[in-house]
């Protein structure tokens, strides 16, 4: 799928076909993907779980008041950041970095035919330590991004805002 | 561009063909890209200035100590950002909105043939307080993002790094 296409065709996914199972090479494929995101001094600071378990998942959604689409969702995927020292020049770009991770998920998910949903996560406190306890992480679990086969096709929205952009 | 594809040969670049003017329907697109990006609560908590003079390229370059590519780029774009009230489920997510929007930017001109640098800026106080004066916006200067004709081809790097992965 041209990237163009996957950019400004994806939309927030909430109903998925359920009992579908994604191979493990795509899984691969997504993270790698996630892998491949710019980050600042080249950190990566990042770790993935993907959530397959029916009751992790069911965790999740009690933990979680926005997560209800992971009934029908194959997996969740869990974005979790590491934060640099305060002294590096990367300090405090963890957040950012996370957040293109996850939207180079979103778009790689896409081109292989999957929906997916964002669900943010930090920097609620509950949410991180709840989370935290779940996925048994040392880092800060940042997103959850379900993901499934869309079993709805939202037309897609936005577009170009020249109030938004000032040339000079 | 397959969107795999882009996601995977995506560098920093920072030698440009200098003089290269860029179309202003292709900074159009380029921005209607950034403005489809996913967003806490969908607030769309972004704006974008687009900068060719020269002399306002130069001060960028003052301010900021890692943005010499700027030189040879044909423009900087400078996402900014608003955050939410703290009483909104949307607070706090506004750094990763526009990591998220700035991701798209890099995915998008890659698609058409251009090269890009995201050079970060929040949350250094001081090149965000600098770069608000350079602007003039009431949001908050997030990363300037070099963009031009590449004039160099450094090869894709990363893989997918099992380490990093675990599955539940």
Redesign the interface.
């Known amino acids: 799928?041209?990237?163009?296409?996957?950019?400004?065709s994806?939309r927030?996914i909430r109903r998925y076909k359920a009992g579908v199972k994604i191979p493990?090479e795509h899984?691969?494929?997504i993270?790698?993907?996630a892998?491949?995101?710019?980050s600042?001094c080249n950190m990566?600071p990042?770790?993935?779980?993907?959530?397959?378990?029916r009751e992790?998942l069911s965790e999740i959604m009690q933990i979680h008041p926005y997560a209800n689409m992971l009934h029908t969702a194959s997996a969740a995927i869990i974005v979790c950041g590491f934060p640099q020292e305060e002294s590096s020049p990367?300090a405090?770009?963890w957040?950012?970095?996370?957040?293109?991770s996850?939207?180079?998920i979103?778009?790689?998910s896409?081109?292989l035919g999957y929906g997916t949903c964002?669900c943010?996560v930090?920097?609620?406190e509950d949410r991180v330590e709840a989370l935290k306890n779940i996925?048994d992480?040392e880092g800060i679990p940042?997103?959850i991004i379900a993901i499934g086969v869309p079993n709805e096709d939202p037309a897609?929205r936005?577009?170009?805002?020249?109030k938004?952009?000032?040339?000079?």
């Open positions: 799928m041209d990237v163009s296409e996957a950019i400004r994806r927030s493990k899984f691969e494929q993270l790698e993907a892998m491949m995101a710019p600042g990566r990042w770790e993935f779980a993907v959530v397959e378990d992790i990367a405090g770009l957040p950012q970095d996370c957040g293109a996850a939207a180079y979103l778009l790689e896409k081109g964002w943010g930090y920097p609620n996925v992480t940042f997103c897609p936005g577009k170009y805002d020249p938004k952009v000032k040339f000079m």
